[in-house]
């Protein structure tokens, strides 16, 4: 029995083996125009593999630029298309170049440094003071969010102080909001309880009254005391 593993290694899998074969039998026919009427039926064959995607207009040029790899380009036809060449498809994309972007403090992130940088790049006025003051605060809660077991204070003023390259100071009265405070504000709302209970009907039908069972009545009267019988006398 002969596997798949030991066969040749298929060119282009989306078309499977039987097409592989049939490119193959193209190249050992010797006669062009036979070779031509033959490879436009091959192509028509690779077309049922994706016939949802005729209407695109590089369709039928993808086909024949496949057929032709699938010969590893020794097939001699006539195409309505360019031939391809084996360097522009075997050639491989160029690297891209990933940014070595150093970030100093993680739990802010690259653009929250660009930007206190660039605050610190203002002269020194009451706007760049209140903007300093409010990155501060921005930044207790981005390092809330990195780590919501502690945070100090004065870590936070000397990163700001790094960051800036010393241009950037607090006020010495300026307080950051409480912790309690900052997670209160970026604390995910409370996801709403499911009711357990049975939702009521709003047209609820009208409960069956249980009628009672009537009480059989005695053949008997026993409320009279003189012991006279009101029912069925027996005589």
Known sequence: MEYNTTKEKITVKEYGRHVQAMVDYLL??????LRNHQAKAVIRTMSSFSPGTKDTP????????????????QLDVDSPFPKPEPQTIKAKPAKVAYQKNHIQFPPYGKYMEEMIKNIAKEPDSEERRICTENMAIYLKKLYLLWNRDSVNDDLLVEHIRILSDGELRLREDFTFPST?????????PPTPKK???VKKNNNPQPSKKKKKKKKKQSN????????????????
């Open 28 to 33: 050992t026919i010797e006669d062009k125009n």
């Open 58 to 73: 590089d369709y039928w040029q993808k086909l024949w630029d496949h057929l032709f790899i699938i010969s590893n380009f």
């Open 180 to 188: 309690k405070e900052i997670l209160e504000q970026i604390a995910p």
């Open 195 to 197: 009711n357990s209970q």
């Open 220 to 235: 008997y009267d026993y409320s009279n005391n003189n012991g006279n019988h009101n029912g069925n006398n027996h005589k």
